[in-house]
C-alpha cells in the first residue's frame, strides 16, 4: 500500500507447531511452539526504515504411549496448555507436570538504510539493525523442585556498500551478546517460594535458589568482500 508517498506493508501471523514424538527414558516427549509475529516497513527513494516483533510460548510434555503423543501432536492447537495459569507464577507453576516444561520469549527488531546514487552510474549506501531478545523457561524436576532459566541477548549489525560501474564492494559487521542463568528452587519452603518469585521477576538468585548454570557469550565480526559487476 502507499502512504503519503512512501510504500508501506505490514504482516502478521499465528502459528502454533509440535515435533514427532520421541522415546526419552521410556517415555515419548513431544515438543511444542505457540508464536505470533507482526512486521511493518516503510521507504522513500533513499531510505527505509523496518521493524518486527515475535511473542512465542514453548514447552515439552511426556506421553507414556506413543498414540498418546502423536494425538497430542496431531492436535497441538487445541490442547496446548491454558494462557491462564502463567508457569512463571508459583501458583501456575504447579499445573505443570513432573518432566514438563513450558517457556516463553520475545524479540524485537529494527533497522534503517540509505543509499544515494551517482551520476557516473555508481552507488553507495548502508544500514544498522539491532535485536533484543528475552525468554524464560519453568522445568518441573519433582512435585517441589523447579529448574527457572532466564536469558537475555542483543545483537547489532551494520553492512556497506559501493559500487561503480567495474567494481562492487560490501562490509557485513555484528556483535552479540547473550546471558542465561539456570536455578534450582524447591516451593516446598518459604525461602524456595520467594526465591522462586523474585528470580523470574529481576533474574536475581537469592536465599532458597541454588545456581545450576550461569553464562555469557559475547562477540563481533567483519566480513568484507568485492566482487567484478563488468568486464
Known amino acids: ?3 503519503n508517498g512512501k510504500s508501506v506493508s505490514f504482516s502478521g501471523g499465528y502459528e502454533v507447531s509440535a515435533t514427532d514424538p520421541k522415546l526419552v527414558d521410556g517415555k515419548y516427549l513431544v515438543s511444542w511452539e505457540r508464536k505470533f509475529s507482526a512486521g511493518g516497513k516503510a521507504s522513500g527513494k533513499k531510505v527505509g526504515v523496518s521493524g518486527s516483533h515475535e511473542d512465542s510460548e ?4 511426556t506421553f507414556k504411549t506413543e498414540a498418546e503423543a502423536k494425538a497430542f501432536k496431531e492436535n497441538a492447537a487445541s490442547q496446548l496448555p491454558s494462557r491462564a ?3 512463571t507464577t508459583v ?3 504447579m499445573y505443570l507436570d513432573v518432566g514438563e516444561m513450558r517457556g516463553s520469549g520475545d524479540k524485537t527488531s529494527g533497522g534503517i538504510s540509505a543509499n544515494a546514487s551517482f551520476s557516473g552510474g555508481g552507488g553507495i549506501g548502508g544500514g544498522v539493525e539491532k535485536s533484543t531478545q528475552s525468554g524464560t523457561e ?3 524436576v519433582s512435585p517441589t523442585v523447579f529448574e527457572l532459566t ?4 542483543d545483537r547489532t549489525g551494520g553492512s556497506f556498500n559501493m559500487k561503480n560501474v567495474a567494481i562492487g564492494m560490501t562490509a557485513h559487521g555484528a556483535s552479540d551478546e547473550v546471558t542465561q542463568t539456570t536455578v534450582s528452587v524447591d516451593i516446598s519452603t518459604p525461602e524456595g517460594k520467594l526465591a522462586f518469585d ?3 521477576k529481576t533474574g536475581m538468585p537469592t536465599v532458597g535458589a541454588k545456581l545450576v548454570s550461569t553464562s555469557r557469550v559475547s562477540g563481533s565480526g567483519l566480513r568484507c568482500g568485492t566482487r567484478q559487476l563488468m568486464r
Do not use: L, Q, W
Not at 514453548?58 to 510434555?61: D, E, I
Not at 532466564?150 to 541477548?153: D, E, F, H, N, T
Open 1 to 3: 500500500m502507499s502512504r
Open 150 to 153: 532466564k536469558m537475555a541477548g
Open 198 to 200: 523474585t528470580f523470574m
Open 58 to 61: 514453548f514447552g515439552s510434555k
Open 91 to 93: 501458583e501456575g507453576a
Open 85 to 87: 495459569h502463567d508457569p
Open 138 to 140: 519453568v522445568r518441573r
